[in-house]
């Protein structure tokens, strides 16, 4: 049993996540793929980032309907900063016979080795590079050591850019699921976010 390990931030998750992860998930041959909000990402703090329990609940609309993708909420659980190595070390100790594959967007590669135990990291799971538009392939070698790239389609979409455009009053139809449009919403979110 292969499976995928998807973090981040999720504010909002939208379909170049889903994308990526099911692209990711064909090319690797993964069985599944665990999205995990972060609850504080250490290298990436908003204030005005929106609730864990809200950003849980529209990963859960966004992979509704394919039973390969799963959201997990430990990070949010155990909450304070959100470590990948504690996230990987204790789904080791849950699930002793999956192989894990942690799959991290090109951007996010270039600051891996200022992660928490980056060397730790790739003992205990497979890094794999998803490569995305605009981000520069830099830093794919650590330490002489390579990293799998892995191509996915070029979908240029971003929470960011999401939330800019909600904020502005325009359209997001199509750029997240259909649920996930409606709980934005629904709940108002992002109408004064600052980015
Ligand atoms: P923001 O715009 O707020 O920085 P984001 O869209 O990058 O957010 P995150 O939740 O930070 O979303 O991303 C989680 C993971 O998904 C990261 O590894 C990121 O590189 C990757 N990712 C985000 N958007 C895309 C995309 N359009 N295509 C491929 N990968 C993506």
């Known amino acids: 049993?292969?499976?995928?390990?998807?973090?981040?931030?999720?504010d909002p998750p939208h379909i170049g996540h889903l994308i990526a992860a099911e692209s990711a998930?064909?090319?690797?041959?993964?069985?599944?793929?665990?999205?995990?909000?972060?609850?504080?990402?250490?290298?990436?703090?908003r204030p005005d980032i929106t609730s864990g329990e809200k950003r849980l609940e529209m990963v859960r609309l966004a992979i509704q309907g394919n039973?390969?993708?799963?959201?997990?909420e430990r990070e949010l659980r155990r909450k304070g900063t959100s470590y990948t190595i504690e996230t990987i070390r204790e789904l080791r100790e849950e699930l002793p016979g999956i192989e894990f594959?942690?799959?991290?967007?090109?951007?996010?590669?270039?600051?891996?080795?200022?992660?928490?135990?980056?060397e730790k990291i790739r003992t205990l799971a497979e890094v794999v590079a998803l490569s995305r538009?605009?981000?520069?392939?830099?830093?794919?070698?650590e330490n002489g050591r390579g990293f799998r790239v892995v191509t996915i389609p070029l979908i240029e979409v971003s929470s960011s850019a999401?939330?800019?455009?909600?904020?502005?009053?325009?359209?997001?139809?199509?750029l997240v699921p259909q649920e996930v449009e409606e709980m934005i919403m629904r709940?108002?979110?992002?109408?004064?976010?600052?980015?």
């Open 162 to 174: 999401i939330r800019r455009l909600v904020r502005e009053g325009r359209s997001i139809r199509y």
């Open 25 to 45: 998930r064909e090319s690797l041959g993964l069985d599944r793929i665990r999205f995990i909000p972060a609850a504080v990402p250490p290298h990436k703090r």
């Open 101 to 118: 594959t942690l799959l991290i967007g090109m951007d996010n590669l270039q600051e891996f080795r200022l992660w928490k135990e980056p």
């Open 187 to 195: 709940e108002g979110l992002y109408v004064h976010s600052p980015i």
């Open 1 to 10: 049993m292969k499976e995928g390990i998807f973090g981040g931030t999720f």
């Open 133 to 141: 538009p605009g981000a520069v392939a830099l830093g794919v070698v």
């Open 67 to 72: 039973p390969a993708f799963i959201a997990d």
